[in-house]
């Protein structure tokens, strides 16, 4: 455990220039956002609407921002073939990949605790789910890209990955156009979307479905994990053998 703990830090400290950038931008979306509320009429309904907006957009922002600082976390030790030092010691691969997997949850954490706590400061009608909505979307594209990442390098790996889905929106947009959509009915289309303000309105049914979502996407990161590390042991085992 202590060797993990140690390698985390190694990690934050040589991404620390882009979770810098990461904070700097958060802190500014922040002020923004509660300068909006200092200055506008909260309980008018325009002034609610202006302050919702920018924080959402402030958060959709910084969760970008910070996932960049995240790709950081990974690609920093491929140029450096640390890679290959750690494959040197037992279980050393599984150790770095695993401290490199925690941080970037932590990164997502804290985050996401900052910004609920901000909705929370804020009010004006704004849900602390959100924040944990972008979590779960967040680790999620860490959890299908950090292998591919590994496997072909950070950006390759991202273009691999913006290829993939970039495919499947074709193909939905394709199937849409082209495809037999007649069971996309009016009823089914009217049931969305009660099904869709019931989860708006009943915090009960957004927990139990962000638990759902939330739970899926932590077993995709643990198997993501195990990917990775699989992936790069094979990958160091040939910068050895060069």
Do not use: H
């Not at 997502?108 to 849900?127: D, M, P, Q, R, W």
């Not at 959100?130 to 299908?144: E, G, K, N, S, W």
């Not at 979307?193 to 049914?205: L, S």
Request: glycine share 8%.
């Amino acid at each position: 455990m202590s060797g993990i703990i140690r390698l985390l830090y190694k990690n934050l400290i040589e991404c620390k220039n882009d979770l810098i950038i990461g904070i700097i931008s958060a802190v500014f979306f922040n002020a923004v956002v509660i300068t909006g509320t200092a200055v506008l009429d909260t309980s008018d309904m325009f002034g609610r609407f202006i302050i919702q907006a920018g924080f959402v957009i402030g958060a959709v922002l910084t969760y970008l921002v910070v996932g960049e600082a995240q790709s950081a976390v990974i690609g920093c030790d491929r140029t450096s073939r640390f890679y290959s030092f750690a494959s040197s010691v037992p279980y050393g691969v599984l150790k770095l990949v695993i401290s490199k997997y925690l941080l970037v949850f932590m990164i997502s954490a804290v985050e996401t605790l900052l910004f609920s706590l901000l909705s929370c400061v804020i009010g004006c009608g704004l849900s602390p789910a959100l924040p944990l909505v972008l979590m779960i979307i967040q680790l999620f594209m860490r959890a299908v890209e950090i292998p591919l990442m590994l496997l072909f390098g950070v950006r390759s790996g991202k273009a691999v990955k913006g290829s993939v889905f970039g495919a499947a929106m074709m193909a939905i947009i394709i199937y849409m156009l082209y495809g037999d959509i007649s069971w996309l009915n009016g009823d089914l289309i009217a049931s969305a979307m009660n099904f869709a303000e019931d989860i708006i309105n009943n915090i009960g049914m957004q927990t139990m479905l962000l638990g759902i979502v939330g739970a899926g996407v932590t077993v995709l990161y643990a198997v993501s994990l195990l990917v990775s590390a699989t992936v790069a042991r094979r990958i160091f085992v040939r910068f050895e053998t060069r």
